[in-house]
């Protein structure tokens, strides 16, 4: 069964109630239309305003560092940490053993993205190398962040994330991954907005997520 403890972390964006009320008066996107993709082999960061953020992170050679329950709950701990302390309101979220993806609403000053991430980076490192004994071990690779300016594509990663689950092949609904904002969002989210996002169409959508995932039962 997925932890309560990670579900229910306030941090977790409250459904249809826009961070605009709450940081600010950063909004998420409210028109239509589709975003430039950035080019795959050096992603680009740019972060010079607040707004609604998708960002995929992996690990180097794409090892699955964060294999199995504890693992995977202590990345979930110290993102969902990471997350609230530099002000990223978590909208959707999904942590694999070597990868994660999570779309956010970000602080006033999204400039401060690497410093989460980099924070983040460095206490799962730290975790995984000293369990392992391989000090000073490269453990993450690089991240790629794309700004969502338009409702349609803001929604669509919505369910892309909520989904990654079922498209890994690790489950066949998303919120029986423990890992993830899906159970979450079912279970305390509107019907009807859980339903929106879970049959928003996302075959043409052209992410970074080229990992085969692991999940041991232990």
């Known amino acids: 069964m997925p932890d309560s403890r990670l579900a229910e972390r306030p941090c977790l964006a409250r459904w249809l109630v826009w961070i605009s009320r709450q940081q600010g008066?950063?909004?998420p996107p409210q028109s239509k239309g589709a975003i430039v993709d950035d080019w795959p082999h050096s992603p680009i960061h740019r972060l010079t305003e607040a707004g609604a953020y998708i960002v995929t992170c992996g690990t180097y050679?794409?090892?699955h560092h964060f294999r199995g329950r504890e693992r995977l709950g202590m990345l979930c701990e110290a993102f969902l940490g990471g997350a609230t302390k530099y002000g990223w309101n978590l909208q959707v979220w999904a942590v694999f053993s070597n990868h994660y993806h999570f779309v956010a609403l970000s602080s006033p000053d999204a400039s401060n993205l690497r410093t989460f991430l980099n924070g983040l980076?460095?206490?799962a490192s730290r975790a995984v190398n000293q369990e392992d004994g391989a000090q000073g071990?490269?453990?993450?690779?690089?991240y790629w962040d794309t700004h969502l300016t338009y409702q349609r594509?803001?929604?669509a990663r919505l369910s892309y994330v909520h989904r990654n689950a079922v498209h890994h092949g690790l489950v066949k609904e998303p919120c029986l991954y423990p890992w993830c904002s899906a159970s979450w969002l079912q279970r305390r989210g509107p019907t009807s907005f859980y339903k929106t996002i879970m049959n928003f169409g996302i075959e043409r959508l052209k992410l970074h997520d080229d990992f085969q995932v692991e999940c041991s039962a232990d």
């Not at 071990?137 to 690089?142: I, N, P």
């Open 25 to 27: 008066g950063v909004k």
């Open 61 to 63: 050679l794409k090892q």
């Open 121 to 123: 980076h460095s206490q």
């Open 137 to 142: 071990r490269q453990v993450w690779y690089q």
């Open 153 to 155: 594509s803001y929604f």
